[in-house]
């Protein structure tokens, strides 16, 4: 569940094809992030497959179905796209927001 709320502008560094795989810097601190936690990439839910420290934060990679790939805009999963990220509600996180399920 997530509440709508953007915590995080991420930048793709990495797209294999065509997009199927990502991998993106951004602000979260590495040891925050679990391996298959969920994240809103520009309000797609994808899961974390791989953690790595980076510079500014964490250097997050993703797998990206052919459905989320066919759901989404051409051109999103490019190296060099910035793109909104939020981290999936945990039970007695503030709500800040709303509810979007």
């Known amino acids: 569940m997530f509440t709508g709320l953007i915590t995080d502008i991420g930048t793709l560094m990495h797209a294999e094809r065509g ?3 990502i991998r993106m810097e951004c602000g979260y601190p590495a040891q925050d992030i679990a391996m298959g936690e969920s994240i809103a990439v ?21 797998d990206l179905s052919p459905e989320t ?13 910035r793109v909104n990220l939020e981290r999936a509600l945990r039970v007695g996180d503030r709500l800040g927001g709303h509810f979007v399920t």
């Open 19 to 21: 997009g199927a795989h």
């Open 69 to 81: 790939l066919a759901c989404t805009r051409p051109g999103l999963w490019q190296a060099g796209s």
């Open 42 to 62: 520009n309000g797609c839910c994808l899961t974390v497959v791989a953690i790595a420290p980076a510079p500014r934060g964490a250097l997050l990679s993703f």
